[in-house]
């Protein structure tokens, strides 16, 4: 294994210190502490574990939980009621809507009725809009903390051959643009892209975030590439379990790359630091405006 592991466990406890120690700050000074939402709906496993972990976190930077779990026969007038009244509620900087919501509700309604100042997890329209145009805004968490990691490891991204595979509006797209922002070429690519092994092989930078496991080979890679791998994909394994694994075939890759992200332990963690990273800067958003 050629590749330096690139540890996001170790870099978003950083991130973390950074914001508990700024919590802790502005609670030593008498300020209000910043004050994070969750909303889930439903009982879906995995989200329970999310719902969990955030709230978990939250609690151990200092700042304000509120957890809101409502039943999966809950009618899209009551949620977007209950955003209403988190919008309104000057002790909650940020809120986070846990997806995937039922089938009965409109997710796209939802993250839009959610303020774009507390819009924690940077899909409201207009944060995205602000992102295509190089405005400030909420960034999304993954890709935020994807770049982050990237520009702690190359440190000046400009100039460099970007490949994002993947065209979510969650991971796909905001990346690109913020890559874009670094001053690098970036490359879209996605099922329909023409030769898409060829398209991998260019990067300097790759981004795989497709939600198929392994489906980047060590072959797609560039030898001395960064490869960020957000897939989060269970399989099974050994002895009848299940195991994580992610969009790239990890130990080919490694073989071939300069750089690259574990699954678990690259670019999940960064994901909830990030999180609670947009909620104190919403935070102090809300001050600047009051």
């Known amino acids: 294994m050629a590749?330096?592991?690139i540890d996001g466990r170790n870099f978003a406890a950083g991130i973390l210190a950074e914001v508990t120690a700024e919590v802790s700050a502005i609670r030593a000074a008498g300020g209000r502490v910043p004050?994070?939402?969750?909303?889930?709906?439903?009982?879906?496993?995995?989200?329970?574990?999310?719902?969990?972990?955030?709230?978990?976190?939250?609690?151990?930077?200092?700042?304000?939980?509120?957890?809101?779990?409502?039943?999966?026969?809950?009618?899209?007038?009551?949620?977007?009621?209950?955003?209403?009244?988190?919008?309104?509620?000057p002790r909650v900087?940020?809120?986070?809507?846990?997806?995937p919501l039922p089938k009965h509700i409109d997710s796209a309604r939802v993250l839009d009725a959610i303020s774009p100042d507390k819009d924690v997890d940077g899909f409201h329209v207009l944060n995205a809009g602000r992102l295509a145009t190089g405005l400030p805004g909420l960034v999304p968490c993954t890709p935020l903390g994807c770049l982050l990691m990237l520009k702690h490891e190359l440190g000046d991204l400009s100039g460099l051959r970007a490949v994002v595979l993947g065209r979510s509006n969650i991971v796909g797209k905001p990346m690109a643009a913020l890559l874009l922002a670094e001053s690098c070429t970036v490359t879209i690519a996605h099922s329909r892209t023409r030769d898409l092994e060829a398209v991998c092989r260019e990067a300097d930078i790759l981004v795989a975030a497709v939600g198929r496991p392994e489906m980047v080979r060590g072959s797609w890679v560039k030898p001395g590439a960064t490869v960020?791998?957000?897939?989060?994909?269970?399989?099974?394994?050994?002895?009848?379990?299940?195991?994580l694994v992610g969009d790239v075939a990890f130990a080919e890759a490694a073989d071939v790359a300069g750089r690259i992200t574990p699954v678990p332990g690259g670019v999940g963690p960064m994901t909830i630091a990030c999180l609670l990273r947009n909620t104190l800067a919403a935070a102090k958003l809300a001050k600047i405006k009051a």
Request: glycine content about 10%; hydrophobic content about 40%.
């Open 3 to 5: 590749a330096k592991i």
């Open 35 to 89: 004050g994070l939402a969750v909303v889930l709906v439903g009982e879906d496993p995995a989200s329970q574990v999310y719902v969990r972990n955030k709230a978990r976190t939250t609690k151990e930077s200092g700042m304000e939980s509120f957890e809101y779990r409502l039943d999966v026969g809950t009618s899209e007038a009551a949620l977007l009621s209950l955003i209403a009244e988190l919008n309104d509620d």
């Open 93 to 99: 900087d940020g809120i986070l809507v846990q997806l």
């Open 228 to 243: 960020i791998d957000v897939g989060i994909n269970r399989v099974p394994g050994d002895a009848g379990k299940t195991k």
